[in-house]
Nanobody, 126 residues
Framework: QVQLVESGGGLVQTGGSLTLSCVVS????????MGWFRQAPGKEREFVTY????????SYADSVKGRFTISRDNAKNTVYLQMNSLKSDDTAVYYC???????????????????WGQGTQVTVSS
């Protein structure tokens, strides 16, 4: 059974930085690809970033481009989301997500993912 466990969320001031972690277990090639999504109160879950290290696909939502970076540490079965220059609009619960192998179809759509972490809260205060 694939399991994803996020951590690293918290309260940060506008302009600050946070790094989220997503530890992957139960997946054959644990960090071949990963997506990050976020959901603010009263809003739908939205795409943040996706990376496939085998195919070279790397995509960021326009709202985070240039501020967020997705990376991985294979030895630790962990994918990271480095978030810089945080804004109040970044306040949300952040989720990492994957499939058993790799995403088929549009990686920006939540329904194309099979496994989700429990989420970690990021709150940006002004």
């Amino acid at each position: 059974q694939v399991q994803l466990v996020e951590s690293g969320g918290g309260l940060v001031q506008t302009g600050g930085s946070l790094t989220l972690s997503c530890v992957v277990s139960g997946r054959t090639f644990s960090t071949d690809d990963m997506g990050w999504f976020r959901q603010a109160p009263g809003k739908e879950r939205e795409f943040v970033t996706y990376r496939n290290w085998n195919s070279g696909i790397l995509s960021y939502a326009d709202s985070v481009k240039g501020r967020f970076t997705i990376s991985r540490d294979n030895a630790k079965n962990t994918v990271y989301l480095q978030m810089n220059s945080l804004k109040s609009d970044d306040t949300a619960v952040y989720y990492c997500a994957c499939t058993r192998s790799t995403v088929v179809g549009d990686y920006t759509i939540p329904r194309n993912y099979d496994y989700w972490g429990q989420g970690t809260q990021v709150t940006v205060s002004s």
